[in-house]
């Protein structure tokens, strides 16, 4: 017989068994708080995880408040709140009061958890749940859950998920500005690699030889994962596999990375991640930027043949980009631009996701969204890799010459439209010249 502990406050999880036989028990739900001891002792609080069972006989607890009973042992000076984890009530084995009271017959019980004592009462199951949080710069997890293979997989992707976006979001927030340059650099960079492009990429059933149906574009790996080695992000682009819909289990899992360079982090902290109502398990990293795709809604389906060429921009669901094949020059042709918060937009997912067509007429619209001090309207990433601002009022030919490869329009004088933003602390863009100048860049269009 064991006197019963100071009954210490109810902690999320079971407390401990008072004798020092004691065998390590289930891992039970929120329980009652405190310790039993062998002899009396002095205040002690419920621990946060779930305790052991009070015997050797004794390997699991059930999942039930214990009812205290009565024996020998007294109870400390003042129970502990009782939460909803118990100790077994069956059999010879004595179960747990409330809190830190003393149980009956010899000792105190275990806790709430996977197995039943020898009894017979009924078990409750209860939902499972997985929590964090934290405090300064330390994370904690918390979770409650009967660990079967479908459960096991849930709590690795929750945590896994909960890692990428505290990660995300710790960096993202220490953002000065938006990381446009960076991001305007990679077209300098494929050009100079001799990179081609595509919208989206071809399924494994699209490069069989045999008779297939093209897959739609939005349920292919999108072109901006080829962006991620230039933005120092390989390990996330090795872990895709673009031959696979961008919904495959892998992808997913590399899809919900954030890209730091993909967000404006003056955007409201909800549209960093993309939740999509189809995918309520995942939250997928977001881009504000999009490849423009031509005039027209359609545009992204159009072929890049004669009909078509003076309509369309530098991407398309199926066609390549070539950025040494831009007759109306890189400095002139818009690359990216930025879109409004308000649609989720997972930076993995082809098809309208990440490739838009401009409507022929109120054409900036659908790109225009608030960017603090005053400026309201869509900043472009050019395809020389400067960076450009136009307000919302830009006129209708002027942005539609900027969104074609091949148009030959006008945009006017190029810096009176759509000024440039120079990187931080400095008063000049850097426009990097890596890779062959072509020799038709500049003079096209604007000045």
Same mark, same amino acid.
């Given at each position: 017989m064991m006197a019963g502990g100071f009954g210490g406050q109810g902690g999320p999880m079971?407390? !401990?068994?008072?004798?020092?036989?004691?065998? +390590?028990?289930?891992?039970?739900?929120?329980?009652?708080?405190?310790?039993?001891?062998? #002899?009396? %002792? &002095?205040?002690?609080?419920?621990?946060? +995880?779930?305790? !052991?069972?009070?015997?050797?006989?004794?390997?699991?607890? &059930?999942?039930? $408040?214990?009812?205290?009973?009565? %024996?020998?042992? #007294?109870g400390g000076p003042a129970p502990g709140a009782a939460g909803p984890g118990g100790g077994d009530d069956g059999g010879d084995v004595a179960t747990g009061g409330p809190g830190g009271q003393a149980g009956g017959g010899v000792r105190l019980g275990g806790f709430g958890g996977f197995g039943g004592g020898s009894g017979s009462a009924q078990e409750e199951v209860a939902p499972s749940y997985l929590r964090s949080w934290f405090v300064g710069k330390v994370v904690y997890i918390g979770f409650d859950a009967e660990v079967n293979s479908d459960t096991d997989l849930k709590i690795r992707r929750g945590v896994e998920q909960i890692s990428m976006r505290l990660r995300g979001t710790t960096e993202v927030a220490a953002m000065q500005k938006p990381r446009w340059h960076q991001l305007a650099q990679t077209a300098v960079q494929i050009r100079g690699q001799n990179r081609i492009l595509h919208g989206t990429f071809a399924n494994d059933d699209s490069l069989s030889g045999a008779v297939f149906v093209r897959r739609p574009p939005h349920t292919r790996v999108s072109w901006m994962v080829e962006l991620l080695p230039f933005l120092g992000r390989a390990d996330i682009r090795g872990a895709i596999d673009p031959k696979k819909p961008w919904r495959d289990e892998q992808n997913l899992a590399a899809g919900a990375n954030w890209v730091p360079e993909f967000l404006i982090p003056t955007y409201p902290r909800s549209s960093w991640v993309a939740r999509l109502p189809s995918l309520p398990d995942y939250h997928l990293g977001a881009t504000h930027y999009v490849g423009l795709a031509g005039i027209g809604l359609n545009s992204p389906d159009l072929p890049? #043949?004669? *009909?078509?060429?003076?309509?369309?921009?530098?991407?398309g669901y199926d066609r390549p980009t070539n950025l040494d094949n831009v007759p109306d020059g890189l400095s002139t042709t818009i690359f990216l631009i930025t879109?409004?918060?308000?649609? $989720?937009?997972?930076?993995?997912?082809? @098809? @309208?996701? #990440?490739?838009?067509?401009?409507? *022929?007429?109120?054409?900036?619209?659908?790109?225009?969204?608030?960017?603090?001090? &005053?400026?309201?309207?869509?900043?472009?990433?050019?395809?020389?890799?400067?960076?450009?601002f136009l307000r919302h009022d830009t006129a209708d030919p002027v942005f539609k010459a900027l969104v074609t490869k091949a148009g030959g329009d006008d945009p006017g004088v190029l810096d009176a439209v759509a000024p440039l933003e120079p990187p931080a602390g400095s008063t000049k863009p850097a426009v990097s010249s890596s890779g062959p100048s072509p020799a038709k860049d500049d003079g096209k269009k604007g000045g």
């Open positions: 079971g407390g !401990y068994g008072a004798d020092p036989r004691m065998m +390590m028990g289930g891992m039970g739900r929120p329980g009652a708080g405190g310790f039993s001891a062998p #002899t009396g %002792g &002095g205040p002690m609080m419920g621990g946060p +995880m779930g305790g !052991y069972g009070a015997d050797p006989r004794q390997m699991m607890g &059930g999942n039930r $408040p214990g009812a205290a009973r009565p %024996g020998a042992a #007294t890049d #043949t004669p *009909e078509h060429s003076k309509r369309l921009g530098l991407f879109v409004p918060p308000s649609v $989720p937009r997972p930076w993995i997912a082809g @098809g @309208g996701a #990440t490739i838009q067509g401009v409507p *022929e007429t109120n054409s900036l619209a659908p790109f225009v969204a608030d960017h603090g001090g &005053g400026k309201r309207g869509a900043y472009v990433l050019m395809a020389d890799g400067s960076v450009r």
